[in-house]
């Protein structure tokens, strides 16, 4: 079980907006920690996909945006297309274990 | 523009030691920490650690590793060679993974900015 804790799970339309969770704990998130998160596609290696929280590095698309609040942060994706179904996964430190951690995964698809 | 490729044995035998190399190609090793990931079968990311080229012990500089992993892994830096390497010692089934190696993100270190390809190593007999 992730100590970052994401939905199995998210699916929308294409043209949709869908949002994928993470949720923390006052050692990682809620600690002040940033929050990343990457695209894995089918047999690929993970992609940054939002650094700091909510910074997009050069090449990604602004249809992705990430936000924090408290012991969460969210990945949201707008105007979803087919080539954006994926494994999602947020990432950030945790300060009682000292590790660099991860989310469990959330695959999105794009129905 | 830099990239990464990881190397090693795609099969190891239980109680041996897993060795993989990373060769970073488009820039320096210099002044970056690099680090390991490993993702089994099926299953969501894994850090392992990381290392600073200088080296030295601490979350604020040189090696740092995972908890659940110190005691059977070993990081260090070939600058010569422009590579950094993983020895992951005692390796049973739940080894079996694929390996990444991945910059860590130059201004906070606390993210992966570029990756390898990966390499699948499974432990078996």
């Known amino acids: 079980q992730s100590v970052l804790t994401q939905p199995p799970s998210v699916s929308g339309a294409p043209g949709q907006r869908v949002t994928i969770s993470c949720t923390g704990s006052?050692?990682?998130?809620?600690?002040?920690?940033?929050v990343h998160w990457y695209q894995q596609l089918p047999g690929t290696a993970p992609k940054l996909l939002i650094y700091?929280?909510?910074n997009r590095p050069s090449g990604v698309p602004d249809r992705f945006s990430g936000s924090k609040s408290g012991t969460s942060a969210s990945l949201a994706i707008t105007g979803l297309q087919a080539e954006d179904e994926a494994d999602y996964y947020c990432q950030s430190y945790d300060n009682s274990l000292s590790v660099l951690i991860f989310g469990g995964g959330t695959k999105l698809t794009v129905l | 523009q830099v990239q990464l490729q990881e190397s090693g044995p795609g099969l190891v035998k239980p109680s041996e030691t897993l060795s993989l190399t990373c060769n970073v190609s488009g820039g320096s090793i210099s002044s970056y920490y690099w680090s390991w990931i490993r993702q089994p079968p099926g299953k969501g990311l894994e850090w392992i650690g990381y290392i600073y080229y200088s080296g030295s012990t601490d979350y604020s500089g040189g090696t740092n590793y995972n908890p659940s992993l110190k005691s059977r892994v070993t990081l260090s830096v070939d600058k010569s060679k422009n590579q950094f390497s993983l020895k992951l010692s005692s390796v049973t089934a739940a080894d079996t993974a694929v390996y990444y190696c991945?910059?860590?993100?130059?201004?906070?270190?606390?993210?992966?900015?570029?990756w390898g390809q990966g390499t699948m190593v499974t432990v078996s007999s």
């Open positions: 700091g929280n909510s």
């Open positions: 006052s050692s990682n998130i809620g600690a002040g920690y940033d």
């Open positions: 991945a910059r860590n993100l130059p201004t906070t270190q606390d993210g992966f900015d570029i």
